[in-house]
């Protein structure tokens, strides 16, 4: 059973263009719901991260819009550069100390130039 | 330090052969994570400490994986009797409150021939 879906699995976004990736989760229990950016041959890094008191979260070009009701929450990548090319994985979590991070299985962004 | 670092980056065994995994932690995070990425993508939850006690270890396959945290010690995972199927990137990472702000390792790339 996968608890996190996110889709799309790829993307191709023209430079400047805004890129957006979904994710949807079935546990009501999750409390914290991260995105990380990965790079090949790197590890993933913290991109940014919403609680579900609040529906928007906004850090530079990159937005979390999270809808409770819906179970749903998304990254919008707004002026999409080539350098923002990379994998994405949204996940989720209880937010309670020591608990696991449930990845979705990426989301490969393409920008092109 | 400011990283968390694994050690080492690429692991070749042949199958049945052991393989240990290392992992020094960010100094002051009190929380370490293990997981497992195949194919990529997926990422599979193996284990968390806190400190040097094991706070989670419903992912690990306790029949061949073990892992410790110890004091003044890297943390170290081993895979005994390696299979073909544990081909895959290892990923550490720590967290100062374990509930989020994950901060992950570059990975080991272990290759099981």
């Known amino acids: 059973q996968q608890q996190v879906k996110q889709s799309p699995q790829s993307l191709i976004v023209q430079k400047g263009g805004i890129s957006i990736i979904n994710c949807a989760y079935e546990?009501?229990?999750?409390?914290?719901f991260p995105w990380y950016q990965q790079f090949p041959g790197k590890g993933p890094a913290l991109l940014i991260a919403i609680r579900p008191d609040v529906s928007e979260k906004k850090e530079g070009r990159f937005t979390i819009s999270f809808n409770k009701s819906a179970k749903q929450f998304s990254l919008h990548i707004m002026d999409s550069q080539p350098g923002d090319s990379a994998t994405y994985f949204c996940?989720?979590?209880?937010?309670?100390?020591?608990?696991?991070?449930?990845f979705g299985k990426g989301t490969t962004l393409s920008v092109s130039s | 330090g400011e990283e968390v670092a694994q050690t080492p980056k690429h692991l070749v065994r042949g199958e049945g052969q052991k393989a240990k995994l290392y992992c020094a932690p960010i100094k002051g995070h009190s929380y370490v994570f293990w997981y497992q990425q195949v194919l990529k993508n997926e990422f599979k939850f193996l284990i968390s400490?806190?400190?040097?006690?094991?706070?989670?270890e419903t992912g690990m396959p306790k029949e061949r994986f073990s892992a410790k945290c110890l004091p003044n010690s890297p943390c170290s995972l081993e895979i005994q009797a390696t299979k073909l199927e544990d081909s895959a990137v290892y990923f550490c990472?720590?967290?100062?409150?374990?509930?989020?702000?994950?901060?992950f390792g570059p990975g080991t790339r272990l290759t099981v021939l």
């Open positions: 990472a720590s967290s100062p409150t374990g509930g989020e702000h994950a901060f």
């Open positions: 546990n009501t229990a999750f409390d914290y």
């Open positions: 996940a989720a979590s209880t937010g309670q100390a020591g608990t696991a991070l449930i």
């Open positions: 400490f806190q400190n040097e006690n094991v706070f989670d």
